[in-house]
């Protein structure tokens, strides 16, 4: 009986239909070194070498997951060195220096185990940092570098390769996009895991996103993953997310990595794509154990929170008001355009009763508080001012992680509050909230926080009593 292997076709993939392909080609290369190309690599190559019938590929971007240890950079040196052979230009890219400098020291062994002799057919500058392989007959060249904001900018090259795609950032990829601008027939490839809680990038989720989504254009996309959370001791999804267990590893390795973080554990090793920002400053994770399933009884009057955005797109209005349990309930009323107009958030302040409304946003606040009098809401608005906005901010994240808040389940807030970085204001320390990506509004998050802050500030009034 012949032993167990993993899948070897992807769960998900995103492919466009090709003329023919050029991935034979490099696993020829690359087995002539004495290495065995497993058959999921052989097919991955396959489709990203495809080509048109004009010679042109097929994919223009290229992007794949699977959980670590399978071999997915060897997908990477087959391209390269067919590159090489072909006298491509190419940057290898890493987050960090030690795999930078880790995959130039592979595709040197290859080159030797080939036959190439160092310095006569080939040469390998070793500069940490700035190691450069340059293959003499064809002049196709590797260059290796770390990835910064502006690394890559005012050169040239055929293939990109991005290497811990997790960690690639929207700065990064700014710096490096137009790299391949000026090749004739450009490709880039991104090859990674799925976002840790500790990861920062944000590129790789968003084109994995657009591929499954059928939204890509001249894109490919592969992964071997799981759709949820599960028991991570369940072996056929080993198998299933791990093409080449029982080829490079054993189920005896696999078992030796659980441990308590069984999260971490189904990200690293069965392909689990969280749908939260784990590098938000505010994870689901904090966010989700304040959620209450039943309205909360509620005491006292509403603070109103009201945030028109820094981009001058939206603007929002968010609820807070004390419980019995003496914790702040919160909630966001809509977020709108603000070139919708103001009447919505008229209308509600008219006939909600209302302890205290603060507004922020420079480019409305002066035109609601107008609007305000001339509607007869008798509530003079707090504008706050910088210090304040600084102490609404920090008091709403202690209010999290001391659990002092409670929330319903609304999906645009939970997306923005999950996805935030902070941003400083001030020249003290003080900060605020941005979003980590366009899709998700910020305001939502800001209003919900100065609410809280009111709520959380206003003393309840004693009544006052006479004795005799």
């Given at each position: 009986?012949?032993?167990?292997?993993?899948?070897?076709?992807?769960?998900?993939?995103?492919?466009?239909?090709?003329?023919?392909?050029?991935?034979?080609?490099?696993?020829?290369?690359?087995?002539?070194?004495?290495?065995?190309?497993?058959?999921?690599?052989?097919?991955?190559?396959?489709?990203?070498?495809?080509?048109?019938?004009?010679?042109?590929?097929?994919?223009?971007?290229?992007?794949?997951?699977?959980?670590?240890?399978?071999?997915?950079?060897?997908?990477?040196?087959?391209?390269?060195?067919?590159?090489?052979?072909?006298?491509?230009?190419?940057?290898h890219t890493a987050h960090r220096t030690a795999?930078?400098?880790?995959?130039?020291?592979?595709?040197?062994?290859?080159?030797?185990?080939?036959?190439?002799?160092?310095?006569?057919?080939?040469?390998?500058?070793?500069?940490?940092?700035?190691?450069?392989?340059?293959?003499?007959?064809?002049?196709?060249?590797?260059?290796?570098?770390?990835?910064?904001?502006?690394?890559?900018?005012?050169?040239?090259?055929d293939l990109m390769v991005?290497?811990?795609?997790?960690?690639?950032?929207?700065?990064?990829?700014?710096?490096?996009?137009?790299?391949?601008?000026?090749?004739?027939?450009?490709?880039?490839?991104?090859?990674?895991?799925?976002?840790?809680?500790?990861?920062?990038?944000?590129?790789?989720?968003?084109?994995?996103?657009?591929?499954?989504?059928?939204?890509?254009?001249?894109?490919?996309?592969?992964?071997?993953?799981?759709?949820?959370?599960?028991?991570?001791?369940?072996?056929?999804?080993?198998?299933?997310?791990?093409?080449?267990?029982?080829?490079?590893?054993?189920?005896?390795?696999?078992?030796?990595?659980?441990?308590?973080?069984?999260?971490?554990?189904?990200?690293?090793?069965?392909?689990?794509?969280?749908?939260?920002?784990?590098?938000?400053?505010?994870?689901?994770?904090?966010?989700?154990?304040?959620?209450?399933?039943?309205?909360?009884?509620?005491?006292?009057?509403?603070?109103?929170?009201?945030?028109?955005?820094?981009?001058?797109?939206?603007?929002?209005?968010?609820?807070?008001?004390?419980?019995?349990?003496?914790?702040?309930?919160?909630?966001?009323?809509?977020?709108?355009?603000?070139?919708?107009?103001?009447?919505?958030?008229?209308?509600?302040?008219?006939?909600?009763?209302?302890?205290?409304?603060?507004?922020?946003?420079?480019?409305?606040?002066?035109?609601?508080?107008?609007?305000?009098?001339?509607?007869?809401?008798?509530?003079?608005?707090?504008?706050?001012?910088?210090?304040?906005?600084?102490?609404?901010?920090?008091?709403?994240?202690?209010?999290?992680?001391?659990?002092?808040?409670?929330?319903?389940?609304?999906?645009?807030?939970?997306?923005?509050?999950?996805?935030?970085?902070?941003?400083?204001?001030?020249?003290?320390?003080?900060?605020?909230?941005?979003?980590?990506?366009?899709?998700?509004?910020?305001?939502?998050?800001?209003?919900?926080?100065?609410?809280?802050?009111?709520?959380?500030?206003?003393?309840?009034?004693?009544?006052?009593?006479?004795?005799?």
């Amino acid at each position: 009986m012949a032993p167990r292997i993993g899948r070897q076709t992807p769960t998900k993939s995103f492919v466009l239909d090709h003329e023919k392909s050029l991935g034979s080609e490099a696993v020829e290369l690359y087995e002539s070194s004495g290495q065995k190309v497993l058959e999921w690599q052989r097919k991955m190559l396959e489709d990203i070498m495809g080509v048109q019938s004009d010679g042109l590929w097929t994919h223009m971007t290229c992007g794949y997951s699977l959980p670590r240890r399978n071999g997915k950079t060897e997908i990477v040196y087959m391209r390269e060195l067919w590159g090489l052979m072909h006298g491509e230009q190419i940057m290898h890219t890493a987050h960090r220096t030690a795999t930078s400098h880790s995959s130039w020291e592979a595709l040197v062994r290859l080159l030797v185990k080939m036959g190439y002799v160092q310095d006569e057919d080939f040469t390998a500058i070793k500069a940490k940092g700035s190691e450069v392989i340059h293959f003499l007959k064809t002049d196709g060249k590797i260059q290796y570098r770390t990835r910064t904001g502006s690394g890559g900018l005012g050169e040239g090259f055929d293939l990109m390769v991005i290497d811990e795609a997790q960690e690639y950032t929207d700065d990064q990829k700014s710096a490096l996009k137009y790299t391949v601008t000026s090749s004739q027939n450009p490709q880039t490839i991104m090859c990674g895991t799925p976002p840790t809680n500790v990861s920062k990038g944000t590129v790789f989720p968003k084109f994995r996103q657009s591929c499954l989504q059928g939204k890509a254009v001249d894109s490919y996309w592969s992964e071997w993953s799981i759709d949820k959370a599960t028991d991570p001791a369940d072996v056929n999804l080993w198998y299933e997310c791990n093409p080449s267990l029982g080829q490079l590893y054993t189920e005896r390795n696999v078992r030796q990595e659980m441990d308590d973080d069984d999260e971490d554990f189904m990200i690293q090793r069965l392909g689990l794509w969280i749908a939260y920002s784990q590098s938000s400053a505010i994870t689901e994770v904090d966010w989700k154990r304040l959620e209450t399933e039943k309205l909360p009884d509620l005491c006292g009057k509403l603070f109103v929170g009201i945030k028109y955005g820094q981009d001058g797109q939206n603007v929002s209005l968010s609820l807070a008001v004390k419980t019995s349990e003496k914790k702040v309930f919160v909630e966001t009323l809509d977020c709108r355009p603000i070139r919708s107009g103001n009447d919505w958030i008229l209308d509600f302040l008219a006939q909600a009763d209302i302890d205290k409304i603060i507004i922020d946003g420079a480019n409305g606040q002066a035109m609601l508080t107008d609007e305000m009098k001339d509607a007869g809401i008798r509530i003079k608005p707090v504008l706050p001012t910088v210090k304040e906005v600084i102490a609404a901010n920090a008091l709403f994240e202690q209010g999290v992680f001391q659990s002092h808040i409670q929330h319903a389940d609304q999906l645009s807030l939970d997306h923005s509050v999950t996805n935030c970085d902070r941003r400083a204001i001030g020249t003290n320390g003080g900060f605020g909230w941005k979003s980590q990506t366009d899709q998700y509004d910020i305001t939502l998050l800001e209003s919900v926080a100065l609410a809280y802050w009111a709520c959380a500030t206003t003393k309840e009034k004693r009544k006052r009593k006479i004795r005799y």
